[in-house]
């Protein structure tokens, strides 16, 4: 597509040339795999949620929730499936983000000069699950209504700062006026984000490799997502259509009733490994720490990780991330079966182990590899 | 394994509908079930039928309007008929109304049963784990409460209830109802034609979601195939 | 002059072929976007409740003979008027070419549900509401409907007897679901 004279619009927007050579620009390496399209993966997942966000927007009634959310899959047309796509498109979207997550630590992309990508990605790891909770309250089903009751007589138990920090973000005990506001901030965080994923993509660009003989962004790249991308839609057509509560606590699809509490009050399923399941750590404060313990070994990771620089992740490391992620996933599952004695000390060893991987394992074993 | 017996049942009895009413309850099975289920209208109608007979006395169903009822085979006509018999407290029904409540408020619900007020039926059937079947089988396990236990005062034995005191008597008998397709009323099938019509009141749009899905997928596996061509072609290209 | 055309057309045949694939590709993404857009968009349409404040359906059981029923659908105000068998007799035949706006009685009413009538209460001259719903109202010398503002005169059927206005007494869309109901729209 050359042509001597630029293009009528090039003219009048001259960053659309700057955009065409930051797509065309033949310097990437050629040999990227499938999985590093998860971070573009993830931004159309991002997009798709804004745009089905909007349309149950139209319709969507704080002060009447669920009553709300039955109009729209009975008397909106196609706001069954408009509601369908946000449900399920925020699991597939979490799904890409936990797997973008495992990939990083498999492959130690947070090692240094990565550390600036890697805070970016938690960073919006964060805010998704915020903004994956609010959406999860704001269904007002009979178990996410005890979640917000719960954790919101939780922020009004806690002291100092922290307690500070939660009665500001709930404005009050749980009332009237609560949706309406979690509202808000759900729209609202989900546009920020798209601002940290611009952060997030223009410090990976600056990560990548230059490579003198290498291939442009379009049309080897744009290629290998479209792939990416419609296998990943295959896999959230296959959800939507057949099993689109898939992972969701059936209870939650009944009204909120706040005469009666259900026997376990689960967390949607990607706030699983963060929560603290089994109450492994006591009491209100043993719930944020269990939060904030976790994220802070994340962020701790290019520290945590003695090996060298450049040094590729040999297989004993990429053992233990595996063991890592089914330990995750085995603390997931025991979080929401019901109470039992047996759970709590799995849940207790499976949340030990953890710890133990990123404050012992990982330290030990990157260092021996390092020699 | 089961899922793929149901599934071929689901299949034989689109071929075979007339054979279908007395297939359905051993084991109890429903046409909407499996992947490439629809909704038998017939037993939805009879379900509806049952509902408004003897649940809809005391359940209510708020999100569901008359005018749906052209998702079980209703043609408006009878669909107006049907709601200009019942009474609300403004006049007679139109098909805009949603089901009548037989309450006019919650503690008005309270105050009639003591507390127990009986849930709303609108989403019950995906409110609950494998909800077609757990209405079938709470409204046809009532039994006699084994002679250890004592039942709380206006509380009946159910085995698939959770803790097996229910505050509900039991609904169904033979015969409660005649079914205009001629299907033999047992309290069998009026538990399963109920359940049937209570998974529909809950996920409506099942059928078009299947039929939907299916193009969907095979479009995009067609898609996935072209994509995978097209990337290697454009590679094959670099050298 | 044959060899370029031989030309071209070799080179044209290569271009397809080799950007077959491509073509393909990006048609098929085309059709995937249009079917994923089409729910957003669709959704956008009124919703179904909506549409039953579009299309309502009223109740005229309780409509007695010479009296009518007086409702406002989306700002405009329709009469649902019951005749009596007199204002049938009185009407039924009368010769079409004599009246201003030339309408048989088969016109006016829906087959099977000969006595109601259902009109737009609007004069079809200066646009004024019209009386002789009740029947103590001013009806005229056909016992129909009158307009107040430029005296124009209506028969029961709704049809212009007289009067400054040209056309007769405009009817809405209306269907009867059954004897007791009519929905509108």
């Known amino acids: 597509m050359s042509s001597l004279s630029k293009p009528w619009l090039h003219i009048r927007l001259p960053v659309l040339e700057s955009f065409r050579s930051y797509l065309n620009a033949p310097v990437l390496p050629r040999e990227k795999k499938y999985l590093a399209s998860l971070p573009v993966l993830i931004a159309g997942a991002l997009s798709f949620q804004l745009l089905s966000g909007l349309v149950l927007s139209l319709f969507y009634n704080p002060a009447d929730a669920f009553n709300s959310i039955q109009f729209i899959d009975r008397s909106v047309n196609y706001g069954w499936l408009i509601h369908a796509f946000h449900e399920t498109g925020a699991t597939m979207m979490f799904g890409a ?25 938690l960073a919006k790891f964060l805010l998704l699950l915020l903004i994956g909770y609010l959406g999860y309250v704001l269904a007002d089903g009979a178990v996410s209504f005890w979640s917000l009751a719960n954790a919101i007589a939780g922020a009004f138990s806690l002291s100092g700062v922290p307690g500070g920090i939660g009665v500001w973000f709930f404005g009050g005990p749980d009332g009237a006026g609560t949706l309406p506001r979690l509202a808000v901030f759900h729209a609202v965080l989900a546009v920020a984000i798209l601002g940290i994923l611009l952060l997030h993509q223009a410090a990976r660009r600056g990560m990548e490799p230059t490579v003198a003989r290498g291939v442009g962004l379009h049309p080897y790249y744009t290629s290998q997502i479209f792939v990416a991308f419609v296998v990943y839609a295959l896999i959230f057509a296959v959800l939507v259509f057949f099993a689109p509560h898939f992972g969701e606590n059936p209870l939650n699809r009944g009204p909120a009733n706040p005469l009666v509490l259900p026997v376990t009050v689960t967390a949607p399923w990607y706030l699983l490994p963060l929560s603290n399941a089994g109450h492994v750590f006591a009491g209100v404060w043993g719930s944020l720490f269990a939060v904030v313990a976790r994220i802070a070994l994340l962020a701790a990771l290019p520290w945590l990780d003695r090996s060298a620089p450049g040094n590729p992740p040999g297989f004993l490391h990429k053992f233990l991330v595996f063991v890592l992620a089914l330990d995750v996933i085995l603390i997931c599952i025991w979080a929401v079966q019901a109470p ?6 799995l849940l207790a060893f499976f949340t030990a182990y953890f710890f133990f991987h990123f404050l012992v394992l990982l330290p030990l074993t990157t260092l021996l590899e390092a020699r | 394994m089961r899922r793929l017996i149901f599934a071929a049942f689901a299949l034989a009895c689109l071929a075979a509908p007339r054979a279908m009413a007395e297939d359905t309850l051993n084991p109890p099975h429903w046409q909407s079930e499996g992947i490439f289920g629809t ?14 007979t003897v649940c809809a006395a005391c359940h209510s169903a708020n999100a569901l309007h008359y005018r749906d009822l052209d998702g079980i085979g209703f043609s408006t006509e009878q669909i107006a008929a049907l709601a200009a018999g019942v009474k609300l407290p403004t006049g007679p029904a139109t098909l805009d109304d949603t089901f009548k409540n037989p309450y006019p408020d919650p503690q008005a619900a309270a105050a009639a049963f003591s507390g127990a007020v009986p849930p709303d039926l609108s989403t019950i059937a995906a409110a609950r784990p494998k909800g077609t079947l757990y209405i079938f089988d709470l409204l046809t396990s009532y039994a006699a409460a084994p002679a250890d236990l004592s039942l709380l005062p206006g509380h009946y034995y159910n085995t698939a209830f959770p803790g097996q005191q229910i505050a509900m008597p039991p609904p169904l008998k033979d015969g409660q109802v005649t079914y205009a397709d001629g299907v033999n009323a047992s309290a069998t099938q009026e538990a399963s034609d109920v359940a049937a019509f209570l998974t529909w009141a809950a996920t409506p749009n099942l059928d078009s979601a299947k039929e939907i899905g299916l193009r969907a997928v095979l479009f995009l596996v067609f898609l996935a195939f072209i994509a995978i061509a097209t990337k290697r072609k454009i590679w094959r290209e670099t050298v | 002059m044959a060899e370029t055309i031989g030309e071209i057309v070799q080179e044209t045949e290569v271009l397809v072929r080799r950007d077959f694939l491509k073509i393909l590709n990006v048609a098929a993404g085309a059709v995937a976007v249009g079917a994923i857009a089409w729910p957003f968009i669709d959704a956008l349409n009124p919703t179904r409740d909506a549409l039953a404040i579009a299309q309502p359906i009223v109740d005229v059981s309780a409509v007695a003979a010479n009296t009518a029923l007086r409702f406002v659908w989306m700002g405009t105000p329709i009469y649902i008027r019951k005749l009596t068998p007199k204002q049938i007799a009185d009407n039924q035949f009368v010769v079409t070419s004599t009246l201003p706006d030339p309408a048989s009685y088969s016109d006016r009413v829906n087959p099977g549900y000969e006595s109601f009538v259902v009109v737009i209460g609007l004069n079809t001259g200066t646009p004024c509401e019209l009386l002789g719903n009740d029947p103590a109202d001013p009806r005229g010398p056909f016992d129909g409907w009158t307009c107040p503002c430029d005296g124009s005169i209506y028969d029961p059927l709704g049809r212009l007897r007289s009067g400054p206005a040209s056309k007769n007494l405009a009817i809405p869309k209306f269907t009867f679901l059954n004897d007791a109901q009519i929905q509108f729209g």
């Open chain 1, 97 to 121: 983000v936990y797997l973008g997550l495992l990939r990083s630590l498999w492959l130690r992309n947070y090692k240094a000069p990565g550390e600036l990508v890697w805070f970016l990605s």
């Open chain 1, 340 to 345: 039992s004695f047996i759970g709590g000390i």
């Open chain 2, 39 to 52: 909704y038998d209208k017939a037993a939805l109608q009879r379900g509806f039928l049952v509902y408004q």
